[in-house]
């Protein structure tokens, strides 16, 4: 009997809904190419059925995007940022809830590297959990009352296209240099901070090809220039690569440390404490040329050079055992740490920018002040 009722409720709810959506998405009939007319799939079923523990060529990824933004649109918007060297659209999403207020923002970037394949599958996990949980869960809540998400799931497009259909370990993009004799840019050696100075090659057959000039490619100069015309509301760049386990901070092209070093530091061991906290996996925290190695150019210092705060180059599973080649059934432990270790980032960012001990130790004075004030006035 209870079976029965809860039937019916069912029935209720989803009889409306579905020929709502007929109605929504009319003339989305396809012809399957069989002859058989077939209906497309509902938006927000293709979201929950993707799976977000694979691997996904790029067209799956394009796909995805659309569906996401189809199903959100309240909160989920995509934006063309520039043309890869092979003209693809670059789109990046943000995840931004209405309101009146001017917010602040958390750019990510996956995939500069084309063949680190967890870090794409970070940036599309990432935006699942914040789409999934921000209705219920406070803490993501309350960032998005303050914070934007901006994500671009795949920076280097070419590359990763390259990776999936001729070279799997392919790292560099797919621009032509030496007379169409060489291919590929080390985009994390191309960004405009001090330029080819260390940890970077001219030679274009090098992995660390450092490209004819600061932001010669447009991969690089779409990401760039987005980047500055919003870098004042930019509260945190995160870039996502693989592998080796580390949390990186600035700087790479020199040993000496930021003005901010301290507090990146002590932000990065919190962060790799929440994540070791949820599967017992060990990351690393510095500088890049002090626990990795030098390089000029990266994104990483770039951002931080341009005024944005709080700046991480995360290097993902493993320690080496698959190194780039991360086997699928580690796509989920590794998002669920590393999305621990970014949502503690954010909380200490969040922390410091709408402080409550600040309104706390804030309001006492004004009391304190008008009580006085009052006082003035009538004596
Ligand atoms: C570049 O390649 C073209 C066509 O293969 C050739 O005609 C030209 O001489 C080459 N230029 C140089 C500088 O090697
Ligand atoms: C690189 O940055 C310097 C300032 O640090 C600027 O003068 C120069 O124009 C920039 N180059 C490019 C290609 O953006
Ligand atoms: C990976 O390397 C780090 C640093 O050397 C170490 O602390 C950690 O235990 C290693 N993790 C695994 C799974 O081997
Ligand atoms: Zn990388």
């Not at 914070?147 to 296209?161: A, E």
């Not at 080796?244 to 040993?255: A, V």
């Amino acid at each position: 009997m209870k079976k029965l009722l809860w039937t019916v409720c069912l029935l209720g709810f989803l009889v409306p809904q579905n020929f709502g959506l007929q109605v929504q998405y009319d003339g989305t009939l396809t012809n399957n190419g069989h002859g058989e007319l077939e209906e497309k799939e509902d938006p927000r079923s293709y979201l929950e059925n993707y799976d977000y523990k694979k691997y996904h060529p790029i067209e799956e990824i394009y796909k995805w995007m659309s569906q996401i933004r189809e199903s959100y649109n309240k909160v989920v918007t995509q934006h063309f940022l520039g043309m890869t060297y092979e003209a693809r659209p670059m789109n990046y999403l943000k995840i931004s809830e209405p309101a009146s207020t001017q917010k602040k923002i958390i750019w990510m970037d996956c995939g500069i590297h084309a063949r680190e394949w967890i870090a794409p599958a970070f940036c599309q996990w990432f935006v699942k959990e914040i789409l999934q949980n921000y209705k219920t869960d406070s803490r993501i809540s309350r960032f998005l009352r303050k914070l934007d998400f901006y994500i671009l799931p795949v920076l280097n497009i070419d590359g990763y296209v390259y990776t999936w259909t001729h070279d799997r370990l392919w790292r560099k993009s797919r621009s032509s240099h030496n007379n169409g004799t060489c291919f590929g840019t080390d985009l994390n050696r191309n960004f405009n901070v001090s330029w080819c100075n260390t940890g970077a090659s001219k030679n274009c057959p090098d992995l660390t090809f450092c490209g004819t000039g600061p932001v010669s490619e447009p991969e690089t100069k779409a990401v760039s220039s987005f980047i500055e015309s919003k870098k004042d509301d930019i509260l945190c760049y995160l870039t996502m690569h693989s592998y080796g386990q580390l949390i990186l901070t600035p700087y790479g092209y020199t040993q000496n440390r930021p003005s901010t070093y301290d507090e990146l530091i002590r932000v990065g061991q919190k962060a790799a404490e929440a994540l070791k906290a949820k599967h017992g996996n060990n990351y690393r925290v510095g500088s890049s040329s002090e626990i990795l190695y030098s390089t000029s150019g990266s994104s990483r210092d770039w951002a931080y050079d341009i005024g944005i705060p709080f700046s991480y180059t995360f290097e993902l599973r493993d320690n080496g055992t698959y190194g780039f080649l991360l086997p699928e059934d580690q796509i989920q432990p590794t998002c669920e740490e590393t999305m621990a270790a970014v949502l503690s980032i954010l909380d200490d960012i969040f922390e410091k920018e709408w402080s409550t001990d600040r309104a706390v130790m804030l309001a006492p004075a004004t009391m304190g002040l008008s009580v006085f004030l009052t006082f003035m006035l009538f004596f």
